[in-house]
């Protein structure tokens, strides 16, 4: 006990146990119950909300961590019921974003808005931990938006902004300001996104424009910093900050400009902050503790692993072929397209709408399958998406997809958060991407919102081994069919990782100029985004079945190539696509090689000094 009361206080809001709703009941529910027990209907109203909220929890695996004080948690099942409290009397929320809500299709919150809408418009700052496609955004823009309409009324003099939200990469900050604007206009307050990629004093004019109207900010944390140091945007009102994708910012490096950005920030009047996230690593943790006040942590379908959508039907193919890929993905398609066909009835025009997403790993093969698609599949237009693409080119692809004039997008994973198309009905997975965290985001594009959608990834037994077994993990955690061929593949990799174990191979650490930040942890299952090496070695994650060595590197001690087939992380918002072949070479063969080969083979092997 002694220890646990010395640790940081992140350390110890971890240590607490999570506790269902359903098993903690109010705080105001009890009070209620017990002042009202000379009025039995009241009580008998009083324990059947209380029911009602622990059987919403159940149902959908809400659990809630930390102190709730006087606020009422009771998840709101509809967005009537909401209320916002000022001076101790309720407001419900405005007709015009009631009937906005309506006409746009949201009929009832989901889960996570149902359960964090009550804490943040009480004014507690909350930690939300839920999987892509929940309905997050909402869930944010709605309270803060709220909160920035009110201050506007009670105070017309009042200079924004008054709020910030944050996003790691320019497509997730584009699309959460896509869907704050049109509430923003319902709520009569003013939004702009500010992020890299593009000229600054555009934006910068827009921000001046505004002025002191400007009520939220949307940006990627390196443009808004820098338009905070130059005074462009001032901090002065800012009483609200959100953090979206925390765990993808950290991942980035973006916390130094996370804590610039929150030094810039008034210290006193009361800043609210939410922090949402769609796994709870202890980076986030001690984050959340810095830059948030006594938070009330909410976890939606999992507790700290992350999750993706029941709704999505899971399919693994094994695939050695390169050609073998590009024909399933075409008939894939056009088996999707003939379907959406067959729903509108016949009428082409109105089955008109992107279905598809394609994952590759490497920008020139984004490229290749979009052309190969478009050859193939018959009435068919598809676009690629990555990183080398100009920022206007990126928004014509990204219009043409959500209007429906490209039927299939073939992206890197720079489009994998960011992207919310709701008519996208199946993911193909054509690389596997080198860790779980990714293939979760990217399934999630499809299944969004309680809609059902397909995922089909195919499989090299070779390229992907390293991930065989913690793809069976989720495949079995999330109920889907773990196929016979998976199955024994993670058995072969398992006896021969340990028949094969060698003091070698660490992953490419060998040479100092490799580098490397851990994702998915060490060995041979650890895919690493390492620091790009002159000598090729440490290249690209844990070695290959044990060996050891870099995943590219060159057979018999060939010195890499130039080629920079990935994204780096570029100005503020980029997100990587790392490249196999990326300043190595890619040899298909054998193990050794001199210091700047490395090795592919399976038993790996670094090369002799």
Same mark, same amino acid.
């Given at each position: ?539 690209? +994650?844990? =070695?290959?079945? $044990? &060996?050891?060595?870099?995943?590219? %590197? !060159? #057979?018999? *001690? /060939?010195? @890499? ?23 190595? +070479?890619? =040899?298909?063969? $054998? &193990?050794?090689?001199?210091?700047? %080969? !490395? #090795?592919? *083979? /399976?038993? @790996? ?5």
């Amino acid at each position: 006990m002694r220890r646990l009361l010395a640790a940081p206080r992140w350390q110890r809001l971890a240590a607490l146990p999570a506790l269902p709703v359903a098993h903690r009941p109010c705080a105001p529910l009890r009070r209620a119950a017990s002042s009202l027990a000379d009025r039995p209907e009241d009580a008998a109203a009083a324990a059947a909300a209380a029911a009602s909220a622990g059987s919403f929890a159940e149902q959908h695996g809400i659990t809630l961590t930390g102190d709730l004080g006087e606020v009422d948690a009771t998840p709101a099942t509809s967005f009537a019921a909401l209320r916002r409290t000022v001076g101790g009397v309720d407001q419900p929320l405005p007709t015009a974003v009631a009937h906005f809500l309506h006409k746009r299709g949201f009929d009832a919150p989901s889960p996570i808005q149902a359960q964090s809408l009550p804490l943040t418009l009480a004014g507690r700052d909350v930690v939300a931990i839920a999987q892509t496609g929940s309905g997050k955004t909402l869930g944010f823009l709605l309270p803060l938006l709220w909160e920035a309409a009110a201050a506007r009324k009670a105070d017309r003099s009042t200079r924004g902004p008054l709020a910030f939200v944050l996003a790691p990469t320019r497509e997730l900050a584009q699309q959460i300001h896509e869907e704050a604007r049109p509430l923003a206009a319902a709520f009569g307050c003013r939004t702009t996104c500010v992020f890299g990629g593009m000229r600054k004093y555009l934006q910068e004019r827009e921000v001046l424009m505004l002025g002191g109207k400007l009520d939220l900010v949307v940006g990627t944390p390196g443009r808004l910093n820098d338009m905070l140091r130059d005074q462009t945007i001032r901090t002065k009102n800012v009483r609200h900050l959100v953090l979206d994708e925390a765990d993808r910012m950290l991942d980035m490096g973006f916390e130094p400009q996370l804590r610039e950005i929150v030094d810039h920030l008034p210290a006193d009047g009361g800043r609210q902050t939410f922090m949402f996230s769609a796994t709870w690593p202890s980076e986030v943790r001690k984050l959340a503790m810095d830059f948030l006040d006594d938070p009330v942590r909410i976890n939606v379908g999992g507790e700290d692993e992350l999750v993706a959508a029941k709704s999505i039907v899971q399919q693994v193919r094994l695939c050695d072929a390169r050609g073998a890929k590009l024909i399933d993905s075409s008939d894939l398609i056009e088996k999707m397209e003939a379907a959406m066909k067959e729903e509108g009835h016949g009428n082409a025009r109105s089955s008109r709408a992107c279905h598809t997403i394609v994952f590759v790993n490497r920008k020139r093969d984004a490229e290749m399958v979009a052309e190969y698609i478009e050859r193939n599949v018959e009435g068919v237009r598809a676009e690629s998406l990555h990183g080398d693409l100009l920022q206007g080119r990126r928004d014509r692809v990204r219009d043409n997809v959500k209007s429906g004039r490209a039927q299939v997008l073939v992206a890197t994973d720079v489009a994998a958060r960011g992207l919310d198309v709701r008519t996208i009905r199946q993911v193909i997975n054509y690389d596997m991407p080198n860790n779980m965290e990714d293939y979760i985001h990217r399934i999630g594009r499809t299944g969004r919102a309680g809609a059902s959608g397909d995922a089909i990834s195919f499989f090299h037994p070779d390229e992907d081994a390293a991930v065989a077994g913690k793809l069976a993990k989720v495949l079995r955690d999330h109920g889907q069919e773990v196929s016979e061929e998976l199955h024994d593949l993670v058995k072969a990799n398992s006896s021969r990782r340990f028949s094969t174990r060698s003091f070698r191979g660490n992953g490419g650490q060998r040479n100092r100029r490799g580098g490397g930040y851990r994702r998915d942890g060490g060995g041979n299952d650890g895919a690493a985004y390492a620091t790009r090496g002159r000598n090729g070695g440490g290249g690209y +994650g844990g =070695g290959y079945g $044990g &060996g050891g060595g870099s995943y590219g %590197g !060159g #057979g018999g *001690g /060939r010195q @890499g190539s130039r080629r920079r087939d990935f994204d780096r992380f570029d100005d503020d918002d980029g997100y990587g696509d790392f490249d196999r072949r990326q300043d190595s +070479g890619y =040899g298909s063969g $054998g &193990g050794g090689g001199s210091r700047r %080969g !490395g #090795g592919y *083979g /399976r038993r @790996g092997g670094s090369g002799p000094r």
